[in-house]
């Protein structure tokens, strides 16, 4: 049974930074393109940042580019999301997602991804 925990959420002022991660087990990471994935009060979950399989391929939103990075530890199991000068509009539940993929395809929508974690909250104060 595939299992994904996001953890590393929380409360940062304006400008400030915070590292998420999202373990996965019952699956073998380096098989699966990963993604993350965001969700504000009264709004469609977002696509935030993915990477492929390799890590070579990393596609991100326009309002994230230059501020987040998505980097994975296939040893460790482990997809990490870098997030760097976080603004107000940045605040959202943060959702961790999976799917078997070929080795440098990144996947974009909702829809190719057919694992997901329960969601970790990043709230982001003016």
């Known amino acids: 049974q595939v299992q994904l925990v996001e953890s590393g959420g929380g409360l940062v002022q304006a400008g400030g930074s915070l590292r998420l991660s999202c373990a996965a087990s019952g699956l073998t990471l380096s098989l699966y393109a990963m993604g993350w994935f965001r969700q504000a009060p009264g709004k469609e979950r977002e696509f935030v940042v993915a990477?492929?399989?390799?890590?070579?391929?990393?596609s991100y939103a326009n309002s994230v580019r230059g501020r987040f990075t998505i980097s994975r530890d296939n040893a460790k199991n482990t997809v990490y999301l870098q997030m760097n000068s976080l603004k107000p509009e940045d605040t959202a539940v943060y959702y961790c997602a999976a799917a078997r993929a070929g080795y440098s395809v990144v996947f974009t929508t909702r829809h190719d991804f057919g694992s997901w974690g329960q969601g970790t909250q990043v709230t982001v104060s003016s």
């Open positions: 990477i492929s399989r390799s890590g070579d391929s990393i």
